[in-house]
């Protein structure tokens, strides 16, 4: 199964996210255009819409996903209720919106906000719950191909968009929202053929406000979790502007967090391919399987940690290409905590999808909850004593509680039926920051040699554990 784990992950992470790899490599191109305060005024906005994101499908993925393997006769006979459901709902989120965009948006954007609402708004009123069904439906059937395909096509049609926009026509920080527009539309086009079209998924508004009641309760309850973590991911740059951090600074911040971002390709691929092994070792019910899980868990966390480490150790070479602007470019230090914050996916996987499962998501709020406290408190604290660099430490911290905070709960791991040892993973984690950060600046040949000494112990160690990382259901 390790096999099949690498190439849904290998077909998640170069199919979809090829694009974002190519407009990585636009960069010293897009940057000559593009100022600090571009990023800043896109990376607000983005934050601010964040914070409601949570509302946009009222936390029915819970449902969504177990319907498909508990009812799998029945499944398409409850999205469809829920496809209207979220058709009806979407409309309002999006009226909900508007004010909140108008009010959040910097006042250097001027009448330029009209466009930036109406390109915001339209995709969350009408585009964006097809795509979220189809995506739905091609990953828990395993069928990979076809939502990479679409993906593909609607991010080079926005890298595209962006190219253009900011080389040709100067738009600046609007490129970016001209882009999103574009790939939102083009993935809806697509989905909408094969959602209505071809396997007649249509919205039914047939449902009862019992019923729609009932799977709206079981959803709330993942809405404070859910919710946390949106939280999380954002609360640093508005927490910035609160403090009346520099435009230019949360720029610079916001610019090195979106390339540590490319990093978190890894960690979101794995989560979509190993997501429906997951849910298919937890439905086995039994000690078996459970170990499997846990092996799953571990070889993807000394993959991600390893790849994670390599990457922020050349993070400044790598700054050193992709940017043309000096002030962009010394920002380098900042992506070193957020590629190593994103490293936590894997050991937040084993816990998250065990309560999914179990459709005890309640108990996740002590894991989500807290890391966004976490994540409020410490920008509070250190934003104003160390500016960006104290955002980059409270982001990484925050990250790391949110993905082994699950360990040191005896009622979450009560819930499982093998015991493991993955919280010490968190040790590892934090030492190895603390090292790339102070060896950031060493010269090129002895980041070569630790690089290569790397690969000498990957090879070694998989040479000699190969037998021992193998999983498969029983």
Known sequence: MISKLAKSTIIYAIGPQLPKLVSLFLLPILTEYLTPEDYAVNGIIAAYILLFDILKDLGVSIVVNNS??????????????????????????????????????????????????????????????????????????????????????????????????????????????????????????????FLVIKFKIVPSFQFSYRWAKKKISISLTTLPHLYAGYVLSISDRIIMEWFDIPLKEIGMYIFAYSIGMYFSIIGKSLQQASGPYYMEFYSKENVENEKNAINMTIVMHLFILIVGFMIALWVKEIFQILSRNESLTNSYFIAIFIIMAYTYYPSYFLNSMKLWYLEKTKKLMKI????????????????????????????????????????????IQEEFLVKNKLKYFLILNVVLTIILYNIRDIPIFYKGIISLSVVLLILIFFKRFKEKIQFHTK
């Open 68 to 193: 498909f393997f508990k009812f799998p006769k029945r499944y398409l006979f409850i999205w469809k209720r829920l496809f209207g459901l979220l058709k009806i709902w979407s409309v309002f989120y999006g009226i909900i919106l508007i004010p909140i965009i108008y009010l959040v948006a910097p006042k250097i954007v001027g009448d330029n906000i009209y466009k930036i609402i109406t390109l915001i708004i339209l995709p969350v009123m009408f585009f964006n719950v097809y795509s979220y069904f189809g995506r739905s439906y091609f990953q828990l059937n395993k069928k990979p191909l076809p939502f990479v395909i679409i993906s593909v096509t609607s991010s080079i049609a926005s890298i595209v968009v962006l190219f253009v926009s900011v080389v040709v026509f100067k738009q600046g920080y609007l490129s970016f929202f001209y882009a999103t527009f574009v790939s939102s539309f083009i993935s809806f086009l697509i989905y909408f053929y």
């Open 368 to 411: 989500s909850v807290v890391a966004a406290i976490i994540s409020i408190v410490l920008n509070i604290i250190l934003i104003p004593l160390y500016g960006i660099f104290g955002a980059a430490i409270a982001t990484f911290v925050s990250y790391m509680y949110f993905g082994f905070g699950g360990f040191f709960y005896k009622d």
